[in-house]
Each structure stands twice: as structure tokens, then as C-alpha cells.
């Protein structure tokens, strides 16, 4: 029993009397700090056990990484040699798949060829110039290098079932120096102890020693947690670039061992009295070949060329093949330099510079201090956590098992080629070497998708039971971010965006819930996007039903998901919305989806503030209005104009009547669209009439060649025409900056700058010198940077080169203030994602962030850079530009392409609302 009693009643209880148990409460405040203290030493000790695990867990994540970095091609070969002891144990091959069936024959030929040819240039007085790089790396995984980097060659070659000499042999000599450059460290010292003599004074006994625990040190560094010693040991380490004629002789031999070694016998006919021969799987030839796809330019080079058999099994067999850079299981490296940051031991710079020593130069002479807010922004981008969305990649798996051809899968069958007219004239035949050139060429092109299909859904099975993983990313030369991994990734097509998703899940919220709508009705597009707001909405609302069938039976069902633009994406948010819904709290409901917000033809916009044009800037929609402004519909408008006007002249005396007759009926947003937003960076007529050409040929309504040509010559003449009527102070922004350029080329320098956030930027545009390296198997030309500017190239990328390093630095800024924020980011160079729930915030960071980048005297900083850079140079003086003042308009919503919500901020109360 519990007595509870005040201090007066205990003085009344006399000794004599019987008393149970008397028990006094102490004050509410005393038990409250007491509870509190109990509370806090348990959640400390809570944190401190998550902690711990979280440490376990990275820890083990971290050795995973370092493996996968270090040991893949050693994992490789012990497969190989594992396989070949199982077939001699067995006298059976295993049940291989196809390309690893073709490396298990040729493994053990090819590994004795280069073993024999390591000795024979051992033992050679004059070596050959690769002699000392082929012995740093034992034969059996130089064998395995090989065979993978040819047969992924042959996999995205642009030619028919061949690759040049020249490419196969410099990357094959890379990927040698790459792993050499891994293991070089890993391995030095392994079986070598310097012996010291007992009476060898104390300072070698010493130096001995030191050695001694440093090789023990090395032997264990897979296994332990001191990365960043070991990073700062590597960094000790010297180690001279081969330099790509060292890479090109040394890959050309390798590429003769393996035509020399790798065999292929043909498949048994029942009609054949005996087993075919076997064949060379390999073969060097001369081929004419077009370097620039599209151009009618075409050269002799030196080609190696595989068997048709081996081709045909590729696109079956792509996702058997090891995929370098794949992404990390733990956040990457901070970028602190050149090239320091990324992935932990495979070599990675800040920047992809092709090759130019001065763009290297520039990036190794600034110190960090002036980069540190572009090393921040990519540590931002790669910090984001991502996962497969494994309902997603079920479908795509089942489609693709089927035999794909839907929702823009590619057909995994070939279309059929023609057969040889028997006995036909001379129309007949020439007709049919047409189509049967045009079904080779269809068929390589289907070949080539196969293979990059295959690629992304390999690296997918690979990451889907991984809790999240990362990428890594880093800068072209403009400053554009991109992230290292080559195949599955959020800049990729529909496939890879729909199976991707942020690993990290937020609550929908009440705007979220809307702005998943506003994503859906977006992704669905075709004029959809386009819709008023409230319209959008409605149009989501009204197909509920398709919605829940396409998430909940999305391959047997109606698969109303397959009409949307971009099918995968739109699945993705079906389920997302149908959970949301069918949830008795949807605002709840956790999601992973990633959010667009796309720039309004993003650099026009640029522009648009560049030149402080109102018109301009009200057509791209930097300043608010009732309506969304569609500036690819307002060309198309005018397009559609001048073709009405052309169309009414005399066909006989303006042979261009004719023409606008045809296309009156075909012009719409679609046809102008990809014209207008590559006008601002340089597209020039021959590339707007092929982009034109090829809108024309997917309406199909022009058959004829040769007037589907001079269609698509007249519709983009009009186009750009009607451009220029519209954004003439762009274009004069334009005209200034080529000039600039021009004067800058003239005098045989390249345009340098810097952009907003400090990154130094130089045009890598010199006219190349040929450098012969003659090889065993042929000679090889390769290209280097000369001393002479390209002055043409100079001056013509140059406006659309600075564009891409401004929006680049938009799209850097945004991703610090939206860490700064807590938001979740990431950006497809102008379209910027983040959860539904954080998209009004990261609308409102978008816009301060575009406000403050034009804040800045961004032409007057050009112009003075330009003066200090090339003080003996005159520059023209600035243009003209408007009155329009961004600040004024910094609360109004840069709202999206992709049909954003229509935001207006309130800043008395500092919130936002539809």
C-alpha cells in the first residue's frame, strides 16, 4: 500500500504506534529532471548504438568499394582459370553464357601468346618501345583486359561489327596503364626484401627496418581502414603517364596477339557431312570508313573486324561484360583538386579535358581557395543517395524478356534483309542494294541499342539489392556537371530515369501530393504539359482509374502508362501516386520519387537576362504572367505565317510556294522546338535542316528523298528566320561574344575565362597535327593538340560555350543552397530535381539563384578579363541592352517547360500556395 502524506501529518505518527510503510513524494520538479536525465542517458546511449552500427556498416560498405576498385580484373582472371580446371575435371564446358564461352577458348591462347612475347622481349637486344610496359602486368590478366575492352568496343561501334586500329589500341593501352597504375603500389615491394649486411651501420639497419614494416603495411591495406594513408603513400609513389604513343604500341601488339589466338568454329548443320572449320573470330583490314557520322566524307582505315557469329551473340550476352566505374557504395571522395576526389583509387579528375594540356595547366595552377565552391557543388551532387526502383525494372526486365519494341525499348529481332532479285534489270537491282544497304544499316543501329540496353540493365541487377548507392560526378570543360558512371544514370533516357529513384524517401506533404500530380500529367505529355495548371490536375484526377490499373497490373493490364512520352517515368509515378491515394493519409506516404523542374528553353533565358530585353524576357518567362509563355509555340506560330504568305505566291517565279503548300499543315511545336533551344548555342543551318529532316521523317507524310530534303532546307531557313525576328538582342549578344572570340583567335591564342564560380575555362579548339607510330600491325596516325588556334571553331563556340558555363553555374549554385537547405538535389544541367515534398523551396532557391548570378556584371567581368588576359588585343565595345531589371521580378516564379506549378510567392507571409 502506498501512503502518501504531507510533512505536518508525519509529525502527528507517535514511535509506539504501528506504521506501515510511509513513502514521501518528492517535488514534480524533482522527478521530471530526474525522468529527463533518464531520457537523455538513454537516447545518448541510443545514438551512440546507431552510431556504432551506421560505422559497421559504412566500414563494411568501404572495404566492399576498395575491392571492387583494386581487384576486378583479378577477380576475372581467377574465374577464368577456375572454369578452365572445372572443364579439364569435367572434359565438359560448363553452361556459360555466349561471350563467356568465347573467352574461355581464347583465354589460355592468348594468355601463352603474351607470356611468349614477354620473354621473347626480354631477351631481345633492341626491344620494341612497349617492351618495359608489357611486363608490368602478368600475362593471364593483360589476356582478360584485352578480350573485355575489345569485345566493349565492338559492342558501341558506330561501323558494322568493326572498330578502328587507331581507337581499340590507345584504349586497350589505357585501360593496361590504368591497372598498372592501381596495383602498381599494392604490388611493389611484394616479393622483394632488402637484405642488410649484420655489420651495415645502424642507419641502413634502420632504413631496413622501415622498409620492412612498410611492405607488411602494404600487404594488409585491402583489409584495413587507412585509406588516407594510403592515398598519401600512392601520392609518394611516382608514377610517369605512359603518354598515348606508348598506349597505342603497346595496344597494337596486343591487338595482333589476340587476332592471332582467338578462334571461333561455326555451328553444326545437320546437312554438313562434317564440323565446320574453325575460323579467325578476328581479322585487320582496310575499310573505307565515314569519321563523322551524317557526312558523306569518307577515308581508308585500318579496322579490326569480328565474326559475324561473335556480333550476332553481343547484344545477347552484353551484361556478362565488366563495367569499370560503376557506382559507389559509399559517398565519393571530396574533390580538393585536379585529381583529388571521386572514386578511391580509380584515377578521376575534376575535369574531362580530352587531352588539352592547357585546359590541365589552367585547372593545376589555381589553388583551391577559388574552386572551393565548385568542389562543393559536385561533393553535393555525388552525396546524393540513389537505389533501383525494383517495381520499375520488373517491367522493363518482363518487356525486354519479350522481345521489347515497346515503350521505346528496341526491338531485339533484325529486320529482314532483302533477297537478290533473280534475273532483274538494271532499276531492279539498283533498288535492291538500296534497301539492302538501308536493312544493314537499320540492323547495326538496332544492334548498337541492344547493346547500350543490355549495359544499363546490367549495372541495374547489379545495384538493385544494394540499400543506395552513388555517382560520383565531374565537369566538361564549360563547367557542366555530369556524373562518371557511363550507363545507368539520371542524365540518361527514360529507361534510367524511370528505374532510378532517391534512396532517401520523404513525406508527400499537401504540396507534395499536388506536385506529383503536376509530374505525372507532365511526363504523360503530348500537349498535356502544356495545360493550364488547374487543367493538369484535372487531367491526373480524371484518368485515376488507368492510373491504379498501370501501377497495380502494369504489364497485363490496360498499360495506359505506355501512351505517356516518357513511359518508364510515368510508371514510376502511377505507383507512387496510387500508394499515395489508396493510403488513409496520403500526405504521409513516403516518397522516393525525384521531382523536374525544367528551364523555360533555359538558354534563351540566359540570354534574355544577358541582354535585359523585356520582350525577350517575357517570352521565356522571366516576368510573370496570366499565361504560361510558350516560346516554341509562338515560333511555330510565325513559322506557320510566313509559310501562308510564301504558299499564296506564283509556284513559277518563287519555287519555295510549292514547298510551304506541303508543309503548311505539318508545322507545329514539335517541328521547331529542338531548332529553337539549340539556336542559342550555335546550331547552324545544316544543323537545323537535319533536325528539321528528321522531325519531317517521324510524320512520315513526305516519302520522296529529294523533297523531303528540299522541305526540310526551306522549313529550317523560315525557322531561323523567324528567330531572329523575335530574340534580335540575343543575337546581338551573340555577335558580340563570336567577335570577341574572332579577335582573340586572330592573334593565335585560345578564348580563356572564368566562370561566375571560378573555374577556369580554355577552348580546346587547335588545329590538330598527325603523328605516324608505326607498329607491327600497321601504322597508326594520331591526332594531337597543335600550336595553331582553329580560328573558325574559336569564334563559332564560343557564345554557346560561355551560355553552358553560365547555366552550369546556376545549376552549382542552386545545389549549395539546397544543401544549405537540407533538400535532397540533383541537376540534368538545366532541369533541377529534389523530393515532391521540397519543391516550392527549391523553386524559391532557383530563382534567388538566377537573380544573384545576373546581379553580377557578368559581360562587364568578360570584357574586363578579356582586356587583362590580352592586353595588347581591342575589344568591340558591349552591346546595346535593355532596361529590364531582374530584381524587380526576383519574387515572381522562372517557371518551368516541363509545366511547373504556377507559384506566386507572398512575402509578407513567406509562404506559397497554387
Given amino acids: 500500500m502506498n501512503l502518501q502524506i504531507s510533512m505536518s501529518e508525519i509529525h502527528e505518527i507517535t514511535p509506539g504506534e504501528p506504521c506501515e510503510r510511509i513513502f514521501i513524494r518528492d517535488p514534480p520538479w524533482i522527478a521530471s529532471l530526474f525522468l529527463k536525465g533518464l531520457y537523455k542517458s538513454l537516447q545518448k546511449g541510443v545514438k551512440l548504438e546507431f552510431r556504432e552500427i551506421e560505422k559497421r556498416k559504412y566500414n563494411l560498405l568501404r572495404r566492399r568499394q576498395i575491392k571492387a576498385e583494386t581487384e576486378a580484373w583479378e577477380k576475372t582472371v581467377e574465374e577464368y582459370k577456375e572454369l578452365e580446371r572445372e572443364m579439364c575435371e569435367k572434359k565438359l564446358a560448363p553452361n556459360l553464357p555466349y561471350v563467356k564461352t568465347l573467352f ?31 611486363e608490368l602486368l602478368s600475362a593471364e590478366k593483360m589476356a582478360v583486359i584485352v578480350m573485355y575492352k575489345m569485345m566493349g568496343l565492338l559492342m558501341v561501334a558506330q561501323q558494322d561489327g568493326c572498330v578502328l586500329v587507331v581507337q581499340a589500341a590507345v584504349q586497350i593501352g589505357s585501360a593496361i596503364e590504368q591497372e598498372v597504375r592501381i596495383q602498381s603500389f599494392l604490388k611493389a615491394r611484394r616479393n622483394q626484401r632488402d637484405k642488410v649486411p649484420a655489420d651495415a651501420p645502424a642507419d641502413a639497419q634502420r632504413l631496413n627496418k622501415e622498409k620492412e614494416l612498410l611492405r607488411r603495411r602494404v600487404n594488409s591495406l585491402i583489409r584495413r581502414r587507412r585509406l588516407k594513408e594510403v592515398q598519401k603513400l600512392l601520392k609518394k609513389e611516382e608514377f610517369k603517364d605512359w603518354g598515348r604513343d606508348t598506349q597505342a604500341k603497346l595496344g597494337s601488339r596486343l591487338i595482333e596477339l589476340l587476332i592471332e589466338s582467338a578462334f571461333i568454329q561455326p555451328p553444326v548443320t545437320q546437312s554438313a557431312d562434317s564440323p565446320p572449320d574453325i575460323r579467325p573470330a578476328f581479322w585487320h583490314k582496310f575499310k573505307p570508313v565515314a569519321k563523322t557520322p551524317g557526312k558523306n566524307i569518307v577515308k581508308n582505315y585500318g579496322v579490326i573486324e569480328c565474326d559475324p557469329i561473335v556480333l550476332a551473340g553481343l547484344d545477347r ?3 556478362h561484360m565488366l563495367i ?4 559507389m557504395l559509399i559517398p565519393p571522395k571530396k574533390w580538393k583538386g585536379y ?13 574531362r579535358t580530352h587531352g588539352s594540356s592547357r585546359q590541365q595547366d589552367a585547372l593545376k595552377k589555381i589553388s583551391g581557395k577559388p574552386m572551393q565552391k565548385v568542389f562543393e557543388a559536385l561533393d553535393m551532387l555525388g552525396s546524393t543517395k540513389w537505389r533501383v526502383n525494383r517495381r520499375v525494372l520488373s517491367v522493363v526486365e518482363s518487356i525486354w524478356a519479350q522481345g521489347g519494341n515497346t515503350a521505346g525499348l528496341v526491338d531485339r529481332k533484325d529486320v529482314p534483309i532483302p533477297e537478290k532479285p533473280l534475273g532483274g534489270d538494271l532499276t531492279e537491282m539498283q533498288e535492291w542494294k538500296w534497301s539492302m544497304r538501308k536493312a544493314k544499316k537499320i540492323n547495326q543501329e538496332l544492334h548498337s541499342q541492344r547493346c547500350d540496353i543490355e549495359l544499363k540493365l546490367s549495372v541495374a541487377r547489379k545495384m538493385k539489392d544494394e540499400e543506395g548507392f552513388y555517382y560520383p560526378h565531374n565537369l566538361d570543360f564549360r563547367g557542366r556537371a555530369y556524373p562518371m558512371h557511363p550507363h545507368l544514370n539520371h542524365l540518361s533516357s527514360d529507361l534510367c530515369r524511370g528505374v532510378l529513384e532517391f534512396a532517401e524517401g520523404r513525406p508527400l506533404g499537401k504540396s507534395g501530393l499536388h506536385w506529383l500530380k503536376i509530374h505525372l500529367a507532365n511526363l504523360y505529355a503530348g500537349g498535356v504539359e502544356k495545360l493550364s495548371y488547374d487543367k493538369r490536375l484535372a487531367f491526373v484526377d480524371d484518368h485515376l482509374d488507368s492510373i491504379f490499373d498501370s501501377a497495380s497490373n502494369p504489364v497485363n493490364g490496360d498499360r495506359w502508362w505506355l501512351t505517356a512520352e516518357d513511359p518508364f517515368q510515368c510508371l514510376a509515378a502511377c505507383i507512387n501516386l496510387f500508394e499515395a491515394l489508396k493510403s488513409s493519409s496520403p500526405h504521409t506516404v513516403i516518397s522516393h520519387l525525384p521531382i523536374h523542374q525544367d528551364g523555360s528553353c533555359n538558354g534563351l533565358q540566359h540570354y534574355a537576362a544577358l541582354g535585359r530585353d523585356t520582350l525577350e524576357a517575357a517570352a521565356v518567362n522571366l516576368v510573370a504572367g496570366e499565361e504560361f509563355a510558350d516560346v516554341y509555340s509562338e515560333i511555330a506560330a510565325r513559322v506557320h505565317d510566313i509559310m501562308i504568305r510564301d504558299g499564296n505566291k506564283d509556284p513559277t517565279t518563287n519555287p519555295n510556294a510549292l514547298l510551304a503548300k506541303i508543309l503548311i499543315d505539318q508545322v507545329d511545336r514539335k517541328l521547331v522546338k529542338q531548332t529553337v533551344m539549340t539556336s542559342v548555342y550555335g546550331v547552324t543551318y545544316v544543323g537545323a535542316r537535319e533536325q528539321i529532316k528528321r522531325r519531317l521523317e517521324e510524320k512520315g507524310i513526305i516519302s520522296d528523298d529529294r523533297l523531303l530534303f528540299r522541305a526540310a532546307c526551306y522549313a529550317a531557313k523560315v525557322t531561323l528566320a523567324a528567330l531572329g525576328e523575335i ?5 546581338g549578344i551573340m555577335s558580340w561574344l563570336g567577335d570577341c572570340a574572332k579577335v582573340i583567335a586572330a592573334d593565335n591564342q585560345p578564348v580563356r575565362w572564368t566562370t561566375p564560380l571560378g573555374l577556369p575555362v580554355v577552348q580546346p579548339y587547335y588545329k590538330s597535327e598527325r603523328h605516324l607510330i608505326r607498329t607491327s600491325l600497321q601504322v597508326l596516325a594520331l591526332r594531337r593538340e597543335g600550336n595553331s588556334v582553329d580560328v573558325r571553331k574559336q569564334r563559332t563556340a564560343f557564345p554557346p560555350n560561355f551560355v553552358h558555363s553560365l547555366d552550369g553555374s546556376h545549376m552549382m549554385l542552386t545545389a549549395l543552397a539546397c544543401r544549405d537547405a537540407g ?3 540533383a541537376g540534368v544541367h538545366d532541369s533541377f530535381w529534389t523530393h515532391a515534398c521540397d519543391v516550392d523551396q527549391m523553386n524559391l532557391i532557383l530563382r534567388e539563384k538566377f537573380v544573384e548570378l545576373y546581379n553580377m556584371p557578368v559581360l562587364e567581368t568578360l570584357l574586363e578579363d578579356f582586356e587583362t588576359t590580352y592586353p595588347g588585343l581591342t575589344f568591340p565595345p558591349l552591346p546595346e541592352r535593355g532596361n529590364f531589371d531582374l530584381r524587380e521580378h526576383s519574387l515572381t516564379q522562372l517557371r518551368a517547360d516541363n509545366g511547373s506549378a504556377k507559384v506566386e510567392i507572398d512575402t509578407r507571409a513567406g509562404t506559397s500556395e497554387f
Fill in 823 to 825: 533538400l535532397r538535389f
Fill in 727 to 731: 530574340f534580335e538582342a540575343a543575337r
Fill in 317 to 319: 550476352t552484353a551484361k
Fill in 324 to 327: 569499370p566505374y560503376i557506382p
Fill in 339 to 351: 585529381d583529388k576526389g571521386g572514386h578511391l583509387f580509380l584515377p578521376s579528375y575534376v575535369m
Fill in 104 to 134: 574461355l577458348g581464347w583465354f589460355e591462347p592468348l594468355k601463352q601468346a603474351i607470356e611468349k612475347e614477354q620473354k621473347t622481349q626480354r631477351s631481345k637486344k633492341q626491344k620494341a618501345a612497349f617492351a618495359p610496359h608489357i
